[in-house]
C-alpha cells in the first residue's frame, strides 16, 4: 500500500509504504546489511516496487561478490600452493602480489559501490549494477 501525502504545492512529496517508513528510506537501509537487510526489507515490503527492487538488488549483489570473493580465495590459495616452491617462488610472489591487487580492487569497490548505493537509493534514484539488476528483476517481480 503506497500512500502520498501532498498538503500544499510547495510540501515535498512523501512516499510511504505499509509499514509507515518512508520508501527511500526503507530502500536504502536494504543495502546497510548487504542480503541481510535485503531479506528483510524483501519480506517486509510486499508492495512497493521500487523498495523491493533495491532489496532484491541488495541480496543479489551480496551474492555476487560473495561469490568472487570465494573465486579470488580458491585461486590465491592455488596459487600459493602451486608456485611456492624453491625453483617457482618468484612467479608465485609475482602472482600472489597480483591477486592481492585485486582483492583490494573488489573489496574498496565494493565499499564505495555500497555507500554509493544507499546515498542513490535514499535519493529516490535506482541505480541498476550490470547483473545484479537484472537478477533484482526477476526476484522483485
Known amino acids: ?66 561469490v568472487a570473493s570465494i573465486v579470488l580465495t580458491v585461486a590465491q590459495t592455488l596459487v600459493f600452493g602451486l608456485f611456492f616452491s624453491n625453483a617457482t617462488a618468484g612467479l608465485g610472489a609475482i602472482l600472489s602480489l597480483g591477486l592481492g591487487l585485486v582483492w583490494l580492487v573488489v573489496g574498496l569497490g565494493g565499499f564505495v559501490l555500497w555507500l554509493y548505493l544507499i546515498v542513490r537509493a535514499y535519493q529516490g534514484a535506482t541505480p541498476r549494477i550490470p547483473i545484479a539488476a537484472g537478477l533484482a528483476d526477476r526476484i522483485a517481480g
Open 1 to 66: 500500500m503506497v500512500s502520498e501525502t501532498i498538503d500544499t504545492p510547495e510540501q515535498e512529496i512523501v512516499r510511504t509504504n505499509e509499514t509507515g517508513m518512508d520508501a527511500n528510506v526503507m530502500a536504502a537501509l536494504s543495502y546497510v546489511l548487504g542480503f541481510v537487510s535485503g531479506l528483510v526489507v524483501y519480506l517486509v515490503e510486499k508492495e512497493d516496487r521500487y523498495v523491493r527492487f533495491h532489496a532484491a538488488q541488495s541480496m543479489a549483489l551480496s551474492v555476487l561478490l560473495f
